[in-house]
Structures are given as structure tokens and as C-alpha cells.
């Protein structure tokens, strides 16, 4: 495994650092960002606008960061599940689902997760870690179907808003014209509802929100999901009340129905 610092997952002002640390002038961070994010380069010396000083001494601290999948599984409706090397000694899913014309990424945002939800395989398995940014973007640039996608929903591994910082950043290179370019609309998040992290992500971002609820009794959902005790559902729909979902801006509830639970059909 490459012990050099990873390319991929840093923003423009990161990249006029790394640019600075190298010797090279604050514009060739953007000539950087444009070959990782943009032409999807896979080595340093692929970045033939910058000088062979220049890509030797990049070279000499950092790699491109991409690291192929472990394994890969179609099923028979064409979804194609792909493990990547995680942290903490758990690997990590991503999931692509096709539908039509659209291609959309389900991906992780951390190993396990500290969740503990009653009916999530990931809660079972414990947590494990933090996914950095570098890990998050691999996730997008690694897939098979990485030019054709179409959409990508934080609903893998993990729960978002426990790891805001480095989903924020993989957001942005996701949106910047620097980065990937795309629309935040391309893009959906879904949390448990970590009130502070949550309102900070709708504060600084124009991504979809999803929020996993499956029960609208406290006690019920407190049940399925403990965070209930520490962020009640209440208080959750009180802050998302403060923001304005009437234009292109999305709020979905996820749900999930147990009869004789949640369910008495």
C-alpha cells in the first residue's frame, strides 16, 4: 500500500498548498484539480501541463490516492455491489443501482457505525472508523460505471453526520467547478437526524436530505433506533421546519414497515 499522502479528497485551497509545499505557483492547483477530478488521471506523471520538476517533486510526497475495488458482485436485477478496503480492519460496501437511464452510487461514509440501529446489519458490526474524503471520492472514481453516473445517495456504511467534516469535503469536490462540476441536486444524504451536523450540512449545502425515521412514536422508534433518546424525532422535524423544501431543494423520510411493529395492517 502506498504510503504517500492521496491527491484525491483534497479541495483547491489544500491543492494551492500542496502546490506551495512543491514549489509550484498557486495556479497549478487548479491545473491539479482538473486532473484528478476532471480528466480522472490515475498517476502524477499523467499531468503533462505541470513541469517534470514539478510532477517529481509531487511525486516525491504524494500519489493519486485511487485504490481498485476487492471485489465485485451483479445480482440478477443489474445492481452491482463493490467492496474496497476499509479501515479498522473492516472493509467497506458501495453500491451501484441501476434504474433506466439513471445510475445511481449508494456510499459509505464510514467502517460500521456507532448507531446501533435494530434492524441494520451495519449497526451489528460495530464501528470501526472514519472513511476520509480521499476514501469517499475512491468510492465514485473506482466503480465501473464512474462516467455514467448519474446520482449519488449517502445511505452505505455509516452514518453521514457522524463523519460531517469529511462528507462535507467530498460534497464539494462533488459540486465545485473545480471538482466533478455537478449539480448538489445529483446528490442525497441520509441521516438518523445528529441535529447540529445536519443543520450545518443544509446550511452549507444544496444536497437532498433524507431522514430515517420509521416510526413517528417516540418509544416505538427509541425501539428500533436508540439515537431516538439522544436526538428525539421532534426536535429533528423542528430544525428541518426552519428551511424552505418548497422549490427544487428535496426532504424524503425514509420508513420501513414491520408488520405487527410499526405496522398493524
Known amino acids: 500500500m502506498d504510503t504517500k499522502t492521496p491527491l484525491i479528497g483534497m479541495t483547491l485551497p489544500q491543492l494551492r498548498e500542496v502546490a506551495a509545499e512543491c514549489g509550484m505557483k498557486p495556479f497549478a492547483a487548479k491545473q491539479i484539480a482538473r486532473w484528478l477530478y476532471e480528466k480522472r488521471a490515475t498517476d502524477i506523471d499523467s499531468m503533462t501541463d505541470l513541469s517534470i520538476r514539478a510532477r517529481q517533486e509531487l511525486d516525491k510526497r504524494y500519489c493519486i490516492g485511487r485504490q481498485q475495488p476487492i471485489a465485485r458482485a451483479v445480482s440478477s436485477d ?7 478496503e476499509g479501515v479498522g480492519g473492516r472493509d467497506i460496501e458501495s453500491v451501484m443501482i441501476p434504474d433506466g437511464e439513471r445510475a445511481t452510487l449508494c456510499v459509505s461514509s464510514q467502517a460500521g457505525c456507532k448507531m446501533n440501529c435494530r ?32 446520482n449519488i445517495v449517502f445511505m452505505g456504511m455509516g452514518e453521514p453526520m457522524d463523519n460531517a467534516e469529511a462528507v462535507e469535503r467530498a460534497i464539494e469536490i462533488m459540486t465545485a467547478p473545480w471538482g466533478f462540476a455537478w449539480s448538489p441536486k445529483r446528490i442525497t444524504v441520509s441521516s438518523i437526524g ?3 451536523a445536519l443543520r450545518g450540512l443544509i ?32 426536535k429533528v422535524l423542528d430544525m428541518l421546519r426552519q428551511f424552505d423544501w418548497a422549490h427544487q431543494r428535496r426532504f424524503s423520510v425514509e420508513y420501513i414497515m414491520w408488520r405487527g411493529v410499526n405496522d398493524d395492517m
Do not use: W
Open 119 to 150: 434492524f441494520c446489519m451495519t449497526g451489528r458490526q460495530g464501528f470501526h472508523g472514519d472513511l476520509t474524503p480521499a476514501q469517499i471520492i475512491n468510492q465514485v472514481l473506482m466503480v465501473d460505471e464512474a462516467e455514467r453516473l448519474t
Open 194 to 196: 445528529k441535529i447540529d
Open 78 to 84: 443489474g445492481t452491482v455491489k463493490y467492496l474496497f
Open 203 to 234: 446550511e452549507r449545502t444544496q444536497v437532498h436530505i433524507a431522514l430515517s425515521v420509521h416510526s413517528p412514536s417516540p418509544s416505538e422508534r427509541e425501539g428500533l433506533m436508540p439515537v431516538e433518546k439522544a436526538y428525539p424525532l421532534i
